[in-house]
């Protein structure tokens, strides 16, 4: 079955991986959602497994619903004596958009009087109705007239875990706080020993979640005690003692392996006085230090390394002291310069006060209010020693750096006319230095300059000793000319091998910078992966795509890490529409999006097999980009061949193209040939690739192609 597990928007990716963890066949993220396919035993684990699900929704029934009568129909037409008995109490939650029902009080009223005379015309009594704790939750949800009728199988909101014994003015939620250990790596570090720190604990939800996640304790565990979360009919009582039974054995294994383990402080004495009656509650009072002190005099915990997590104040009006941010950050680089850190800050203007550098930056929201989560790491990295003068360069290493000087000359007025600042500034001019040096400079802060080098393999018949100093001296002339300090230059060097020559090992930094193209800011990953997150040599595809945008439906197809919809979005396209198979990728998109305060139902995301989603769509579209790769063999889809499979591809999307529309194809593949013959059937036609490749690629003009097609 599908079913429906709700999140806080910001947490759809994290919660694809745990719902698939946990057991679910398929799991694909929507807005403040994931879409789950697995059993119902799958769903009653996610209830009590769950870390970061708000609610578990098990559909019991669709319908259209046009109209008030619709919904009264529809309901009555449920079979509700397979759900619930006139002994049991109910309760219905319901939530409408549109222009039919307005009024989601006025649904869940009608909802319940058509539960109601189906039961009575069943000849069962009339069930009473406990809006606080029902025996059975009934979810209503009308979206663009269709209406899904589910069982809330969890009962109520999923983050409330059972400890909180006193509600501070702004308590954060505990699978908000899930969400900010997990993303600061808090059980690998706890794995290999680290400690757990909270300056600024308020009630301590940080601590106590992280302290449960480490002693494996279910977070559904006393929440519910012995009693299932549900009494709906349907629900497998059996089971669920099952993985009670599962659950407290897992738990009592990890309390056992528990010492302590956290730290937290507060200014507050009264804040810490509810921290530590909810720790009591939640049994895990002896593994969290407690003390009252100020965030300035903060002192090092026993343990050598950790995570930090703290969540500093800030009001729905983010209003926020920006000193205490900053002494947030002096207070950690002074106490624990060698752990790391995920602090859920009230924007990214405080999250940046702090003085503290994140390698990686989410967007997640505390109820209604946005907030900038940021991971460091480590808090205070070393001091990096900046030679005197910088070494002299030989002869080859001189001739490299003379011809990189000629590029930027060449290029300068162009940059400066197209705002350009990501670029490519060297594809092996000179044969025997064989490489690419690519530019990326910050969009903000320092706007420090990145270099991402790239070498090209050499032929077979070089020995390696001189390929491997040709690209040393390379790498020196790179330096010298663009002043970048060692940490600010990536590097991509081949390794040969078995198999031919081919890319090392990539690194596993996590540290993203944003940089800028039309208008859009983009976060980009120098050290982690082969591509960077943006095909410099696709942005005058990019551009001219951006400016027809306006007011537009866009498809990307392969959507890779979105920056086409990105920049489509920014320009003014009315919706984007985004699709790839991998969800690391997707993600990412996702991140480009909020970077640029983009998101909602607007700008969706589909994980999926680009050429079967095609082909099941109906959607219409005024603006498609579609950039396949010249092969793809996933265990999760078709195997893919731009070539033998090219036809097919643009049949399917020239299909979704609205009266006007236009469809732009590219690839990568030297030796592709356009079935022109087959393509003339369905579509118009013409190369567009001169007008494709920037003054930066002239010297590599093959490196793509690029067609514009419009229905036939």
């Known amino acids: 079955m599908k079913f429906y597990v709700s999140c806080a928007k910001g947490l759809e990716y994290l919660l694809v991986d745990e719902l698939t963890a946990l057991g679910a066949a398929k799991a694909t993220a929507t807005v403040s959602g994931v879409n789950a396919e697995g059993t119902l035993h799958d769903a009653q684990r996610a209830v009590l497994w769950s870390r970061l699900a708000s609610r578990v929704l098990w559909p019991i029934g669709e319908f259209e619903c046009p109209d008030q009568d619709a919904l009264y129909d529809g309901i009555f037409a449920l079979p509700w004596t397979r759900h619930l008995t006139s002994e049991l109490t109910l309760a219905v939650d319901a939530h409408v958009s549109g222009e039919a029902i307005t009024h989601a009080r006025f649904a869940a009223q009608r909802i319940k009087d058509a539960i109601v005379d189906h039961l009575r015309a069943e000849g069962f009594e009339r069930p009473s109705v406990d809006v606080d704790e029902p025996d059975v939750r009934i979810n209503f949800s009308l979206r663009k007239g269709r209406a899904t009728v589910s069982i809330d199988l969890g009962g109520g909101p999923l983050h409330r875990r059972g400890w909180r014994q006193v509600r501070n003015e702004a308590p954060l939620k505990e699978n908000l706080a899930a969400a900010v250990l997990l993303r600061g790596g808090w059980l690998q570090s706890y794995a290999g020993g680290g400690g757990l720190l909270d300056p600024m604990c308020g009630s301590g939800t940080l601590l106590i979640e992280g302290v449960l996640m480490a002693a494996d304790v279910a977070p559904g565990l006393q929440r519910h005690g012995s009693l299932p979360p549900s009494r709906w009919l349907g629900f497998d009582a059996e089971q669920w003692r099952v993985l009670l039974d599962q659950a407290r054995t897992r738990e009592a294994a990890g309390r056992a392996k528990l010492g302590q383990v956290a ?58 002291d920006v000193a205490l941010y900053r002494a947030l950050g002096d207070g950690l680089r002074q106490a624990v310069p060698d752990w790391r850190a995920s602090l859920l800050c009230g924007s990214a203007d405080l999250a940046m006060a702090t003085g503290l550098r994140a390698q990686k ?85 320092a706007q420090r300059t990145f270099l991402h080098v790239q070498e090209y393999a050499a032929p077979a018949s070089i020995p390696e000793a001189d390929v491997q100093r040709r690209f040393n001296e390379l790498l020196s002339a790179v330096r010298a000319v663009f002043e970048a300090p060692r940490e600010q230059v990536a590097i991509k060097s081949r390794a040969r091998g078995k198999g031919g020559s081919k890319y090392g090992r990539m690194g596993q930094q996590g540290e993203f910078i944003v940089v800028r193209e039309h208008g859009a800011r983009l ?12 095909f410099l040599d696709h942005r005058p595809l990019r551009g001219q795509m951006a ?11 392969f959507s890779y890490t979105g920056v086409a919809s990105v920049e489509a979005a920014v320009a003014g396209a009315n919706s984007t529409t985004s699709v790839d198979l991998s969800a690391t990728y997707l993600e990412w ?23 079967a989603w095609l082909e099941a769509d109906r959607g219409q579209y005024d603006l498609i980009f579609c950039d396949p790769p010249t092969f793809s063999n996933s265990a999760r889809a078709e195997d893919f061949d731009v070539q033998r499979d090219h036809v097919r591809l643009l049949r399917a999307a020239v299909a979704r193209l609205a009266q006007g529309g236009v469809l732009y194809f590219s690839n990568n593949f030297r030796r592709f040939r356009l079935d022109e013959a087959a393509v003339a059937e369905f579509a118009v036609c013409e190369e567009i690739s001169p007008s494709t490749i920037g003054p930066d690629f002239e010297r590599n003009a093959r490196i793509h192609r690029a067609w514009r097609l419009t229905r036939a």
């Open 263 to 320: 730290f937290g402080s507060d200014i507050d004495p009264r804040a810490i006085e509810a921290a530590r009656a909810s720790a009591r509650e939640a049994g895990v009072e002896d593994a969290i230090a407690f003390g009252v002190s100020d965030v300035a005099q903060l002192s090092a915990p026993p343990i050598r390394r950790g995570v930090v997590v703290c969540n500093p104040p800030y009001d729905e009006r983010l209003a926020a």
């Open 523 to 534: 976060r980009v990953n120098l050290f982690d992966y082969l591509d960077t997150g943006l």
């Open 361 to 445: 930056k989410y967007q997640l929201f505390n109820g209604a209010i946005e907030c900038a989560l940021i991971f460091v790491d480590p808090i205070a990295p070393p001091q990096r020693v900046v030679p005197d003068a910088p070494p002299e360069l030989n002869d080859g290493a001189q001739m490299v750096a003379n011809r990189l000087r000629k590029n930027l000359k060449k290029l300068k007025a162009w940059r400066q006319r197209e705002d350009v600042s990501c670029y490519r500034a060297y594809d092996a001019d000179l044969p025997e230095y064989a490489a690419a040096v690519d530019v990326y400079t910050e969009a903000e802060g």
């Open 547 to 557: 400016a027809q945008a306006r007011g537009r439906r866009f498809l990307n197809l």
């Open 589 to 611: 998109c996702a991140e480009n999006l909020r970077e640029n305060g983009l998101g909602g139902a607007r700008h969706q995301l589909v994980q999926a097999d680009v050429l």
